[in-house]
């Protein structure tokens, strides 16, 4: 029997979906339907007024009958509602401290703020320029010149994009064709593999295992093919909080070099750099004619619904983002662009700041952590620290996070949902430490109190 889960939408009421096989076996969400209970679906007013007294006036039964389930194309069938919305309703659900998804419970600076307000006073409100407000364009352009050292054209290299995920989503759209091969790193962001599906890529991933989540050289080496198109990494590495060493990215990019092979890299985390140097790929000797670097504003500014994103790369490989882009969503907000281009500008001493106050919270995390018994893996960069559960005893990362956020009252992310195979990350959960340190110190003591081994 299929079963399905609710979703509602304020203006057409009641839509469904089929639930995730994992996370339905181990009664993770809360609320299921079958088809032969569907509810009549409702409409908006302006539209119900419009509807006929006769259908109006239909019992349910004949309403259950003409309803249809929703139908997904082929290549989208696998990808259900995303692990972060489902974790983060359940934690509303059950009063628990979120440290699952990664969303700071602090805003985003007030010169960025004031800047995007006084943007919409100024009448910055129509469509922008498609790929990009030219003020903002340069500023992307002078703050990677800063980072990197490398000169970016921002009117022919630098695309502005409705946040890093449509960077992601245009560039593998743009440049790979049905059939291309593309290598991941695992564990990796959901958006990769579902991105790359509708692309029509053939996935591959490479894993990397604790406690380092060190490159498994000979095995990337052996993996790529004649077909392989591209490489997409993510330095600093969510969820793993890995940063990829300069070792590492040279035997990359000597790799690609050598088998005409493309690379994306999303670097949406390069300020969260702790405990090494962050190293752009696109850097290194010979990989700028070969590589989209995709960056956004949300993680470094604590302004992540902005969505306010950007993907640079040599006119060659610009083209086919920018077409994708063209049609996915042509143009981002444009008063949050011009506040976009201020917060770029913003001093060196903004950066350090930042930096010194996540080694704070990174701080509080990782001890309390270690202190309630998790097995705790370095965390190099991002927000984020990947535990070993399993001293606690349960089956897996799912059940785990289901106990943790009903029974202590906080929540993590169960990590298998980030690799081709789950059975890779099923000992794993990710915590993240983008919160205020009372937060932080708050999910701790529940999990000292009411965590039991």
Known sequence: MQVYRTCTCPHLGSRFMPSSKLLLSLNFTNHFITPSNLPTPKFPSSIAATMSTTVSTQNDTTAQKTHHPV??????????????????????????????QGFPNFDGPEFVKEAAIQAIRDGKNQYARGYGVPDLNIAIAERFKKDTGLDVDPEKEVTVTSGCT??????????????????????FYDSYEATLSMAGAKVKSITL????????????????SKNTRAILLNTPHNPTGKMFTREE???????????????????????????????????????????VTMNSLGKTFSLTGWKIGWAIAPPHLTWGVRQAHAFLTFATSNANQ????????????????????????RAILVEGLNAVGFKVF????????????????????????????????????????????????????????????????????????????
């Open 249 to 291: 990215l040279n035997t990359i990019a000597s790799l690609c070099i050598e088998n005409d092979v493309l690379v994306f890299t999303d670097e949406v985390y390069d300020k969260l750099a702790f405990d090494m140097e962050h190293i752009s790929l696109a850097s290194l000797p010979g990989m700028f004619e070969r590589t």
């Open 166 to 187: 449509e960077a992601i989503a245009a560039t593998m759209l743009g440049l790979i064709n049905p059939g291309d091969g593309v290598i991941l790193f695992a564990p």
């Open 71 to 100: 139908q997904v194309a082929k290549r989208l069938e696998k990808f259900k509602t995303t692990i972060f919305t489902q974790i983060s309703t359940l934690a509303v659900k059950h009063g628990a401290i979120n440290l699952g």
């Open 209 to 224: 295992r604790p406690p380092d989540f060190a490159v498994p050289i000979e095995e990337l080496r052996s993996t790529i």
């Open 378 to 453: 370095p965390s190099s960069g991002t927000y984020f620290v990947v535990v070993d559960h399993t001293p606690f005893g349960h089956e897996n990362d799912v059940a785990f996070c289901e106990y943790l956020i009903k029974e202590v009252g906080v929540a993590a992310i169960p990590t298998s949902v980030f690799y081709l195979n789950p059975e890779e990350g099923k000992n794993l959960v990710r915590f993240t430490f983008c919160k205020d340190e009372e937060t932080l110190r708050a999910a701790v003591e529940r999990m000292k109190e009411k965590l039991r081994k």
């Open 338 to 361: 011009w506040a976009a281009a201020v917060a770029l500008r913003a001093p060196d001493s903004y950066f350090v700041d930042l930096k010194r106050d996540y080694l704070a919270k």
